[in-house]
């Protein structure tokens, strides 16, 4: 490869990729504006009044904001050393899917209003904020929730195990016109019951049932705590680091630490100038 593609490379991958630059963070900006203003275009679109007066406005906009995004999302492929690597990324399976239903609705009518999808890259807000605490706070949170992954779903398998022996049990006492009709019936006023939502739509009448049904419900208070407090111990394990928006241009990962000169994953150079 060339220096001055090289050079060109590394300073594309600077623009699109960092946030602790000027031109990083003016370009992350003029993204985000965009991302807002096609959400609302979406939106608008869905409102018939709107969608009959300015029906080639919404299109030609939505095509132009479109093709912008399509001209990024290949400067993000080209300016990485494993474009793969971002294609299966979490953040390039969302800059994907924001771009794919506008061309899919050349062959499906309805699907450009999953156009909305693209509100998904306003994640990206953090990094335009440059500030490592927050930065490291969003890491620190996501590495609690997957460390607590098996204690919460043995949790919420749990939760799920006494939601069919209520639901059951309801389906059992109460007669069909209450609505216990199946215990599948059962089972969905147990959740709902158990989550403390309470549609109203089933309602057990007899003394027995309405007894039951107050023990779910105090159960459902004491139950919403269990993954807070499981989460909550996670995060008091963790240590917090300073880290910045440096992203690795060889396996995509970011949450460095500040002046790191080698990536804590691949231990690639971060850069290559």
Known sequence: MSVKKSYWRHRLHEIIYEADTKTGKAFDIILLFLIIVSVI??????????????????NISEWIITIVFTIE????????????????SLYGIIDL??????????????????????????????????MTRYIGESNTLMKALIASRVKVGVFIFSVLVICIIFGTLMYMIEPDESGFTSIPEGIYWSIVTLTTVGYGDIAPITPF?????????????????VPTGIVTAELSEKSKISSNTQACPHCMKSDHQDNAIYCHHCGELLNDE
């Open 97 to 130: 899917l924001s771009i794919i239903p506008k061309y899919i609705s050349l062959l499906f009518f309805g699907t450009q209003y999953l156009g909305a999808l693209r509100a998904l890259r306003l994640l990206r807000v953090f990094r335009i904020m440059k």
């Open 209 to 225: 049932g309405q007894f039951i049904a107050a023990v779910i419900m105090i159960m459902g208070y004491g139950i919403i705590a």
């Open 73 to 88: 999302y290949v400067l993000r492929l080209i300016c990485v050393k494993k474009p793969i690597k971002f294609v299966v």
């Open 41 to 58: 275009l979406v939106a608008l679109e869905s409102v018939e009044s709107f969608r009959v007066n300015y029906n080639d406005f919404l």
